[in-house]
């Protein structure tokens, strides 16, 4: 490739790019749903996490979830899991959180605080009064 040629490569894929990232381009929905009916690789899912030990305190996990699980039962609380994935609203928040691009291209984050997701699902669900948990992972940043 002569040096003339590089800035006019750069410059097509550059308007790639650019039509590629508009929600309302055909373009745009087409790239997206070739990259999520990618045929799943069995290998891969195999090998994925081959070399991940279990630490030894993964035994602990069960016992002490079982435990909680038995104590908030008794109080009459009921185990509610909140959506997992939320809509990203501030691009502050974004920096903050693992976020993802859902099948539709819209971008979607692991809350840090589960206490909003179950909040908008009690609101969509009318619910007045509930003694709720669920125990689960919560992502932060470093």
Request: with cysteine; proline share 9%.
């Amino acid at each position: 490739m002569g040096q003339s040629q590089f800035p006019l490569f750069l410059s097509e894929t550059d308007c790639s790019i650019s039509i590629l990232a508009k929600p309302e381009s055909q373009h745009h929905q087409t790239f997206l749903a070739a990259l999520f009916k990618q045929p799943p690789r069995p290998s891969r899912a195999f090998i994925y996490d081959l070399d991940a030990e279990q630490p030894e305190y993964a035994v602990l996990n069960y016992i002490v979830k079982d435990c909680l699980n038995k104590i908030f039962h008794l109080h009459g609380a009921v185990d509610s899991e909140p959506p997992l994935l939320m809509p990203v609203m501030d691009v502050e928040e974004e920096r903050s959180q693992a976020t993802f691009i859902d099948p539709h291209g819209d971008i979607v984050a692991l809350p840090n605080n589960i206490l909003v997701p179950f909040a908008k699902l009690a609101v969509r669900g009318s619910t007045k009064r509930i003694k709720r948990y669920h125990i689960m992972n919560v992502y932060r940043p470093k």
